[in-house]
């Protein structure tokens, strides 16, 4: 699976809250330490709580990662409905069978042009 493809069924998933998609991605690979099926059980736990909280779809921002993986590929999820920053996650590839999709701690310093708070 390419790059492209990892963050394009990741985006899907997370812009409809659809955990049902991750079942596109590669049965053998691992993700941030975590089988498919592992994967799959995290996020429907992770989708469900947004869901309990009036979270019905979000849309992203493309960012990157300035902490723990520099330069890596990383998103920010808003909510779809009122743009309240919801999440920040790592989306990146780091080999042939390893994908990184990580909740994003990092806190880049904000600006004027840029008050999020990821």
Same mark, same amino acid.
């Given at each position: 699976m390419t790059q492209?493809? =990892?963050?394009n069924i990741i985006l899907k998933a =997370?812009?409809?809250?659809d955990v049902s998609l991750f079942e596109k991605l590669d049965d053998?690979?691992?993700?941030?330490?975590l089988t498919k099926e592992e994967l799959i059980e995290e996020f429907t736990i992770i989708f469900n709580d =947004?869901? %309990?909280k009036g979270i019905t779809s979000l849309? %992203?921002?493309f960012s990157t990662c300035n902490g723990c993986y520099p330069k890596a590929k990383a998103y920010e999820f808003f909510n779809s409905v009122n743009q309240e920053p919801?999440? *920040?996650y790592i989306v990146t590839k780091e080999n042939d069978t390893s994908f990184i999709? *990580?909740?994003c701690s990092n806190n880049p310093e904000s600006t004027e042009?840029? *008050?999020q708070p990821f």
């Open positions: 492209q493809e =990892f963050e =997370f812009l409809k809250l053998d690979a691992m993700y941030y330490y =947004f869901k %309990s849309h %992203s921002k919801i999440v *920040r999709l *990580r909740l042009q840029n *008050r």
